[in-house]
Structure formats: structure tokens, C-alpha cells
């Protein structure tokens, strides 16, 4: 027999709702009816806000591009070629978006299997080409980003560089 036809279910985030979710999933399931889960989410940051923490990475970034200056330095001095200084950053920044990629995909997919398994009781289906789509596109654009961000620092002559240090 059918009673519901329509579910709301109000999520506050608070401990005492814990329960009710799966509550209201079995009762759409069992009545054939469709659940809305609705979510109320914390204000957005402030602009102000956001700006102060988009200048404490920028302040990061330059640091960073700083190192790099000295590494890129070194290994000039100790024979290194641009091309070759160019090709560790990129090799470099290769590495850290494949770890990075592996790492957020892998918890992704445990995740989604988590949640499909045991709340929505449903089996978790994954394409293959996807993933390795997505992880290949995350250590194209870490790349992209640490070539952009350190474009530039084979540019400025070792001596100037190493000089810089020593003061």
C-alpha cells in the first residue's frame, strides 16, 4: 500500500539526524516514492576573506619561484642546460599530480562505493577510460600550473643567483 508519494527530508548536519536519513530512503524505497534531501550550508566567505587568503598563496607562489631560482642556479652552474632544468621542474611537477591524482581518485572511489553500498544499497559502477581520463587530466594541469608558475627562473644568471645567497 502506498502512503507517500513525495518525501522531504531536512538535513541540519546535527547528530540527532543521523538516523533519519536512512529512515526516510527505506520508507521512499518500501512506498515508491520520490525523496528530496535538503541541506542548509554555512554563509560564504566574505570578499575580504577571500582575497587575504588568495594573497597568502600568492605570497607562497613567490617563495616557491624563489627556490626554484636557487635550485635552477645550482644545477646551471653544475653544467645543467635550461632544457634540462625545464625538463626536472616538469618531470617533477609530473610526479606530484600522478601521487596527487592517485591519492584523491582512490579515496573518491572508496568514497562513492562507501556511500553507494551502504546508505543507498545500490552497487558502484566505475569506468576504467574515466579514471584514467581524469587522472591523466590532473597531471596535465599540475604541470601546466608548475610550468606557468615557474616560467622565467631559468632566465636569470647563476652568478646573479648565487651571489643573492651568499649575502
Known amino acids: 500500500m502506498k502512503r507517500f508519494k513525495n518525501i522531504l527530508f531536512f538535513a541540519d548536519g546535527s547528530e540527532e539526524m543521523t538516523p533519519a536519513l536512512p529512515r526516510a530512503a527505506q520508507l521512499a524505497e518500501s512506498n515508491q516514492a520520490r525523496l528530496t534531501v535538503v541541506d542548509v550550508i554555512e554563509p560564504v566567505d566574505t570578499p575580504d576573506e577571500i582575497l587575504s587568503r588568495f594573497n597568502i598563496e600568492l605570497n607562497e607562489s613567490d617563495s616557491i619561484k624563489y627556490q626554484r631560482v636557487q635550485e635552477s642556479a645550482l644545477l646551471r652552474t653544475l653544467g645543467a642546460s635550461s632544457k634540462q632544468v625545464r625538463l626536472i621542474i616538469a618531470t617533477e611537477y609530473a610526479m606530484l599530480g600522478a601521487a596527487a591524482g592517485l591519492t584523491g581518485i582512490t579515496l573518491a572511489i572508496v568514497a562513492g562505493w562507501a ?9 558502484l559502477s566505475v569506468s576504467l577510460p574515466t579514471v584514467v581520463g581524469a587522472w591523466l587530466g590532473l597531471v596535465l594541469v599540475t604541470v601546466g600550473i608548475g610550468a606557468w608558475s615557474s616560467r622565467g627562473v631559468t632566465t636569470k644568471p647563476p652568478l646573479a643567483t648565487l651571489r643573492e645567497l651568499s649575502e
Open 115 to 123: 556511500l553507494t553500498e551502504f546508505l543507498f544499497r545500490i552497487s
